[in-house]
């Protein structure tokens, strides 16, 4: 089992950066993938972005890009979302989730992320 705890959630500007941290525990010298997901009211949950635990490959939204870093720390099972030039439409429930294969099969609780114009 893996557990994921997300934190670094918050109220900022339209304009302003954010760093969400997601620390996992468990099994987690198991886990492949790691990743971010949001979901803003009414909508669909929605991929961010992920990262590989071993190679450190990751993959973005076309909406993030050029925006958002994911990153790692595999000494302390960590990974980051470093959010800059955030904007409204970036305001949602952030979920980090974890994958002891290509899929997702652990959730944290969600950090909320609100950004005001």
């Known amino acids: 089992q893996v557990q994921l705890v997300e934190t670094g959630g918050g109220l900022v500007q339209a304009g302003g950066s954010l760093r969400l941290s997601c620390a996992a525990s468990?099994?987690?010298?198991?886990?492949?993938?790691m990743g971010w997901f949001r979901q803003a009211p009414g909508k669909e949950r929605e991929f961010v972005a992920a990262?590989?635990?071993?190679?450190?490959?990751?993959t973005y939204a076309d909406s993030v890009k050029g925006r958002f870093t994911i990153s790692r720390d595999n000494a302390k099972s960590t990974i980051y979302l470093q959010m800059n030039s955030l904007k409204p439409e970036d305001t949602a429930l952030y979920y980090c989730?974890?994958?002891?294969?290509?899929?997702?099969?652990?959730w944290g609780q969600g950090t909320q992320v609100t950004v005001s114009s």
């Open positions: 989730a974890g994958g002891l294969t290509g899929t997702y099969g652990y």
């Open positions: 990262i590989r635990r071993s190679s450190g490959r990751t």
């Open positions: 468990g099994r987690t010298s198991a886990i492949y993938t």
